[in-house]
């Protein structure tokens, strides 16, 4: 499972969205002012960035035109964009997990010889089989999904520092909170934002299958077995759906977004929900206090993490290929990546750089499992040549959440669209 991979990874926040500062046009003394193009998707903005790219702009002369698009339409726009070549000077993506879909040794520069590449923590994570190295990260690592809980909300109900170690008693703690307090939501889930429920589902599949994870994967992408044949996958499945049938998540799941979930646990209304590290920043910003934990799926005591980090990447066709590769030049150092670790504490991809104030709930769960070699990789760092497809294949995790698919049908679905899809690609085996 690349734990040596793993254990080199530093624990991160993933990284956000940009926003255009405004500056005067005259006040880069010195410096010739050009204009470069910024893609990335909404999921991804922290405010910290508009400091950011006031100051690039100011100082350096080098104004960026964010382009935010939905999450839900990002991979899609950007195989767009690729295709028809009206690229932005830089994109943003998951690395390397989009390596694959986004046939990055025919798109993108090669960024194997830029300065910054010898000053990264964890190179392994963003380079390929070949040395190279197609994206500048963010962080050393990303991805511990955990259920993230409002703490003075659980310690008013006298509940303290959770730790279920079997599925029923995670099932038993969301009951207990219910009981305490019916207003509260216990979990909170968040269907209109497809990547959200997904995340039940990569990760729960993963420590499911506990070691056997990389051999099912394997073996699926090889065509010598169909998701529909992997008891662990349908027994995620009704599990997450028993959660919604009995009552313990928020009404309106179907209709909520992730921000929606944000807000709610932030302000005591929701106590936890199910995703990734980056959610701490945000919910500690509203002035909560975070602790973690992890669902024990099928009774494991696993975490599931992610073999990729946020990834800076310049298309080849990009308009202003040198002003991209300035940008990330001035990124990676601590003059520009501390101003983003301030507000969002993580360990960066950088040595040098200030990480910031790391939530110690978060430390002490990824310390926990690390030390104790209990992690596997989230289902889809196995499966790049599907990437292209998450956006649609997600939608019938949302679909099987509101009551429309079954879990056999889920599955079987999967089936369908991944065999087309592995076929018209020319992957070996199908």
């Given at each position: 499972?690349k734990?040596?991979?793993?254990?080199?990874v530093?624990?991160s926040?993933?990284?956000?969205?940009w926003?255009?500062?405004n500056?005067?046009?005259?006040?880069s003394v010195?410096?010739?002012?050009?204009?470069?193009?910024?893609?990335?998707s909404?999921?991804k903005?922290?405010?910290?960035?508009?400091?950011?790219?006031?100051?690039m702009?100011?100082?350096?002369?080098?104004?960026i035109?964010?382009?935010?698009?939905?999450?839900d339409?990002y991979q899609?726009l950007i195989q767009?964009?690729?295709?028809?070549?009206e690229v932005?000077?830089i994109?943003?993506?998951?690395?390397?997990?989009?390596?694959?879909?986004m046939k990055?040794?025919?798109?993108m520069?090669d960024l194997?010889?830029?300065?910054?590449?010898?000053?990264?923590?964890?190179?392994?994570?963003?380079?390929?089989d070949?040395?190279?190295v197609?994206?500048?990260?963010?962080?050393?690592?990303?991805f511990f999904g955990?259920?993230?809980?409002?703490?003075?909300l659980?310690?008013s109900?006298g509940?303290?520092k959770?730790?279920?170690k079997?599925f029923?008693e995670?099932?038993?703690?969301?009951?207990a909170?219910?009981?305490?307090n019916?207003?509260?939501?216990?979990?909170y889930?968040?269907?209109?934002d497809?990547?959200?429920?997904?995340?039940?589902?990569?990760?729960g599949?993963?420590i499911?299958l506990?070691d056997?994870?990389?051999?099912?994967?394997?073996?699926?992408m090889?065509n010598?077995l169909?998701?529909?044949?992997?008891?662990?996958?349908k027994?995620?499945l009704?599990?997450?759906?028993?959660?919604?049938d009995?009552?313990l998540?928020?009404?309106?799941?179907?209709?909520?977004?992730?921000?929606?979930?944000?807000?709610?646990?932030?302000s005591?209304?929701?106590?936890?929900i199910?995703?990734?590290?980056?959610?701490?920043?945000?919910?500690e910003?509203?002035?909560a206090?975070?602790?973690?934990f992890?669902?024990?799926?099928a009774d494991?005591?696993l975490m599931?993490?992610?073999?990729?980090v946020q990834g800076?990447l310049?298309?080849r066709?990009?308009?202003?290929k040198?002003?991209g590769?300035k940008?990330?030049d001035?990124?990676?150092?601590?003059?520009?990546?501390?101003?983003?670790?301030?507000?969002?504490?993580?360990?960066?991809a950088?040595?040098?750089?200030d990480?910031?104030k790391?939530?110690?709930?978060l430390?002490a769960?990824?310390?926990?499992?690390?030390?104790?070699?209990?992690?596997?990789y989230?289902m889809?760092d196995?499966m790049?040549?599907?990437?292209a497809?998450?956006?649609?294949?997600?939608?019938?995790?949302?679909?099987?959440?509101?009551?429309?698919?079954t879990?056999?049908e889920?599955l079987?679905?999967?089936?369908?669209?991944?065999?087309?899809?592995?076929?018209?690609?020319?992957?070996?085996g199908?």
């Open positions: 499972m734990k040596a991979v793993i254990l080199a530093c624990f926040l993933a990284l956000s969205l926003a255009n500062g500056s005067d046009a005259n006040s010195g410096k010739e002012n050009e204009e470069i193009t910024f893609l990335t909404a999921a903005f922290r405010e910290a960035f508009r400091e950011i790219a006031a100051k702009e100011e100082e350096e002369g080098l104004k035109d964010i382009q935010v698009i939905p999450d339409q899609n767009i964009k690729l295709t028809s070549n932005p000077d994109l943003m993506n998951n690395s390397p997990e989009h390596y694959f879909a990055v040794t025919q798109t520069v194997s010889n830029q300065s910054w590449v010898s000053r990264m923590i964890n190179p392994a994570i963003v380079t390929d070949e040395g190279r197609w994206a500048m990260p963010m962080e050393s690592g990303s955990a259920c993230y809980y409002n703490m003075d659980l310690d109900l509940i303290s959770p730790a279920p079997t029923e995670f099932v038993n703690l969301l009951k909170i219910k009981k305490a019916p207003d509260i939501v216990p979990l889930m968040n269907h209109r497809s990547w959200t429920t997904q995340v039940f589902m990569t990760a599949y993963s499911a506990g056997r994870a990389p051999e099912v994967y394997n073996n699926i090889s010598k169909k998701f529909a044949d992997v008891p662990e996958f027994m995620v009704k599990n997450f759906k028993r959660l919604i009995e009552g998540v928020n009404v309106d799941h179907m209709s909520a977004g992730y921000d929606d979930g944000l807000a709610a646990v932030a005591g209304k929701a106590a936890m199910y995703n990734g590290e980056w959610t701490i920043s945000s919910l910003a509203e002035g206090r975070i602790g973690a992890i669902i024990p799926w494991h005591n599931s993490t992610g073999a990729y800076f310049v298309p066709k990009a308009p202003n040198e002003g590769l940008f990330l001035l990124f990676s150092t601590p003059e520009y990546m501390d101003i983003y670790y301030r507000e969002n504490p993580g360990f960066p950088f040595e040098g750089v990480g910031g790391v939530n110690t709930e430390v769960m990824v310390d926990k499992y690390m030390n104790r070699n209990a992690t596997v989230q889809n196995y790049s040549p599907l990437a497809l998450w956006g649609e294949l997600w939608g019938s995790y949302v679909e099987f959440a509101g009551g429309l698919m879990a056999d889920v079987s679905y999967w089936d369908r669209v991944v065999e087309n899809h592995m076929s018209a690609i020319g992957q070996p199908w």
